[in-house]
C-alpha cells in the first residue's frame, strides 16, 4: 500500500538488527571481552577435566574431575608465584626506578649494533636520539615514571583475574548444554545439522589455538630466560615474561617483544645485543615455520597478509584485545565460509 516491497523490508529490518547487535556488542565490550577469555581459559582446561575424567573411576562425578584440575591449577598458580613472583617484582622494581637515569645516558647507545654503512652516521643518530630526549622526550619519562601509578589505579581490574577463572568453571560446566539450548532457540530443525559441524569446528579450532599459543608462550619463556640469563643479561626473567607475553599478539607482539628486550638490555650494560638479535632471529624461524604450523594444525592457517590487516584492524577497534582476538575472529569466519560452501556445493549437486 505505501509502496514498500515486503521482501525488502525484511532484509532492512535483519540489516538493521544485525547493526543494533554490533552496536550492543561494542557498548558492553568490556564485559563482553571478561567472558571471551573466560571462554578461552575453559578451552585450555577442557583436555585436563577429561583426562581427569578418564583416570578417575566411573563413580566419580565430572564435577569432581573438574574441581580436581581446579585445585591443582590453584597449586600451581601459588608455586609459580613463590618462585617466579618475587624475582618478577624485584627486576620490575629495579628496572622502574633505573630507567629513567638509564635513557639519559648516552653511553648505551654506544653498544647499540648498527649495519656496516650506518656506523659512520652513528654520532649523528646519537646526537638526534640526545635532542629528541631533551625536547620532546621529556614528556616520555614523567609518564614512565608515573608507570606505576597507573597500574595501581587499574587494580579494579584485578576483579576480572578472579572473575575469569569462575566463569571458566560454569562453561566448562554447562558448555554443552548451553550451546544445544541455543542451537534448539535459534535454528529451525532442517538446519540444525549444519549448525552443529559448523559448532563442532569452532569447538576443536577455538581449543586447538588457545593450547597452542600457551605451548608457544612457554616455550618462548624457555628460550628467552636461559639465553639471556646464560649471556649474562640483567632482568632475565622479566624480559622472558614480555617475550613470553608477545606470543599472544600475532606478527606484532613477537616484534614489539624483541624490540623491548633490545632497548632494555642496551640501557643497563648488555654487551650481547648483537648476538641476542640473531639468537631472536633463529629462535622466530624455529617457532614459526616448525613449532607453530605443527601445534596450530591446518584449521587455524591463514594468509599471513589477512592476519596483518586483522591485527591491524583489531587494534583499532579494540586495541591489545582486539589484535588478541584477530587471528580467531578470522579463522572462525573461515570455518563458517568453507562450511557453508561446502553444503551450498551439495545441493546444487
Do not use: C
Not at 629495579?94 to 654520532?123: C, D, G, H, Y
Amino acid at each position: 500500500m505505501l509502496g514498500i516491497d515486503p521482501k525488502a523490508a525484511r532484509v532492512a529490518w535483519t540489516v538493521f538488527l544485525l547493526a543494533l547487535l554490533v552496536a550492543a556488542a561494542y557498548a558492553v565490550r568490556e564485559t563482553l571481552a571478561v567472558f571471551v577469555i573466560a571462554l578461552l581459559f575453559a578451552y585450555l582446561l577442557a583436555p585436563l577435566v577429561g583426562f581427569v575424567e578418564r583416570i578417575t573411576p566411573h563413580q566419580v562425578s565430572p564435577r569432581i574431575a573438574l574441581a580436581i584440575v581446579y585445585l591443582a591449577l590453584v597449586g600451581t598458580m601459588i608455586a609459580l608465584i613463590a618462585t617466579l613472583g618475587a624475582r618478577l617484582a624485584d627486576e620490575a622494581n629495579n628496572l622502574a626506578m633505573r630507567l629513567p637515569a638509564l635513557v639519559k645516558n648516552p653511553t648505551w647507545m654506544q653498544r647499540i649494533p648498527l649495519p656496516s654503512w650506518l656506523e659512520p652516521a652513528r654520532a649523528n643518530i646519537i646526537q638526534r636520539i640526545q635532542d629528541q630526549l631533551s625536547s620532546g622526550g621529556q614528556h616520555v619519562l614523567p609518564y614512565i615514571e608515573g608507570l606505576g601509578g597507573r597500574l595501581v589505579s587499574g587494580a579494579k581490574y584485578a576483579l576480572y583475574l578472579i572473575l575469569i577463572p569462575i566463569l571458566a568453571f560454569f562453561f566448562l560446566k554447562d558448555g554443552a548444554t548451553i550451546r544445544d539450548e541455543f542451537v534448539a532457540a535459534l535454528v529451525e530443525q532442517r538446519r540444525r545439522p549444519v549448525v552443529d559441524n559448523i559448532l563442532e569446528d569452532i569447538n576443536l579450532l577455538l581449543g586447538e589455538y588457545i593450547r597452542a599459543l600457551v605451548l608457544l608462550s612457554v616455550a618462548s619463556f624457555t628460550a628467552h630466560s636461559l639465553f639471556l640469563a646464560f649471556s649474562g643479561a640483567s632482568y632475565a626473567v622479566l624480559l622472558a615474561g614480555v617475550a613470553a607475553l608477545g606470543e599472544f599478539v600475532p606478527v606484532v607482539g613477537p616484534a614489539a617483544a624483541g624490540l623491548i628486550v633490545i632497548l632494555v638490555t642496551s640501557l643497563s650494560g648488555y654487551n650481547h645485543v648483537f648476538l641476542y638479535a640473531l639468537f631472536w632471529i633463529l629462535f622466530r624461524l624455529a617457532q614459526d615455520y616448525a613449532l607453530s604450523p605443527y601445534l596450530m594444525g591446518k584449521g587455524v592457517q591463514l594468509n599471513p597478509m589477512l592476519v596483518l590487516f586483522g591485527v591491524l584492524a583489531g587494534d583499532q577497534i579494540a586495541g591489545v584485545l582486539g589484535m588478541f582476538l584477530s587471528v580467531p575472529v578470522l579463522a572462525i569466519l573461515r570455518v563458517m565460509f568453507v562450511r557453508l560452501r561446502r553444503v551450498r556445493s551439495l545441493v546444487d549437486r
